[in-house]
């Protein structure tokens, strides 16, 4: 366990990096624990208890680990578990625990990037299944036109680490080009998973020059800045000692696979360690 009480961010896999490495550019000051649920990812085509059933346990472990804020950094698991570890799970575990997810602070502010009303969403089956986003982006903009489309085999793609080449170009265009198909008035594209910026390029490459690509990982660190900012309390229980940032990098996985693939996240070598959930009782439950 770390020194200081760290901020806990939780993904699927891999992807969660590149919300946490946002996070961590813009608060630097405080400690942090990733858990990528490698062993059984990908969690986007599981269905909705499976996912809840496998975001409570890391989120209880990470609990355990001394984490009293985890974010939920993987679309799938804010969209098929958040709602529920919020409002039943958080009550028995205790009120000085808070569990975030990265749906609500993108939908909030997605709408500032359209100029013509309309806008698409790149998502893993799961996602797109729950319409969590159309039903979100609908509340702070009911006059968006929301168009979805699955991606089901970008994660894994991401995952293996083996995308540059013309197989992985080939799966990129079907999805944009299925999404693009449903209306030639999308201006904004919204990447809602959180490995689909390591396709970037890619996708740059199939869009048009007036579409934006937007990606989470910004969004996510703003909001929660603004979070803490106004959860005084919740910002003194994870406030570093220190001036130097710790990181912690678990997986359910192979650890040495982890760190591996981990680099073409994180931009630089990391260290991580295997942590094995369905053994670990955490919270007497």
């Not at 999308?186 to 934006?212: E, F, R």
């Amino acid at each position: 366990m770390l020194n200081t009480h760290p901020i806990g961010v939780f993904d699927s896999g891999f992807g969660g990096l590149t919300i946490l490495k946002q996070i961590v550019k813009t608060l630097p000051t405080y400690d942090y624990i990733y858990l990528g649920d490698n062993a059984r990812a990908p969690y986007g085509p599981k269905n909705f208890e499976t996912v809840y059933l496998y975001t409570f346990e890391a989120v209880k472990w990470l609990f355990s680990q001394g984490c009293p804020l985890v974010i939920l950094a993987c679309n799938t698991a804010s969209a098929k578990a958040l709602r529920t570890i919020q409002q039943k799970d958080l009550i028995n575990i205790g009120t000085n625990k808070r569990v975030l997810g990265v749906i609500r602070p993108t939908t909030e502010v997605i709408g500032e990037f359209t100029k013509t009303g309309e806008i698409g969403i790149l998502g893993t089956k799961g996602t797109v299944d729950s319409n969590s986003y159309l039903i979100e982006i609908s509340k702070s903009f009911p006059a968006i036109n929301v168009f979805q489309q699955a991606c089901p085999a970008w994660v894994p793609l991401v995952e293996s680490g083996d995308f540059n080449n013309k197989e992985s170009d080939i799966l990129v265009k079907e999805c944009i080009d299925r999404l693009l198909n449903m209306s030639p008035n999308i201006d904004t594209i919204l990447l809602a998973c959180t490995h689909y910026p390591l396709l970037m390029s890619k996708i740059k490459a199939q869009v048009p020059d007036n579409v934006h690509v937007v990606e989470q990982g910004d969004i996510v660190a703003q909001s929660l800045q603004h979070y803490l900012d106004r959860h005084e309390d919740m910002k003194m229980q994870i406030s570093a000692s220190h001036a130097t940032t710790t990181i912690q990098f678990c997986t359910t996985g192979n650890a040495e696979e982890f760190a591996s693939k981990a680099t073409y996240f994180w931009g630089v070598p990391i260290e991580a360690k295997k942590v094995n959930l369905l053994s670990t009782d955490v919270l007497n439950s």
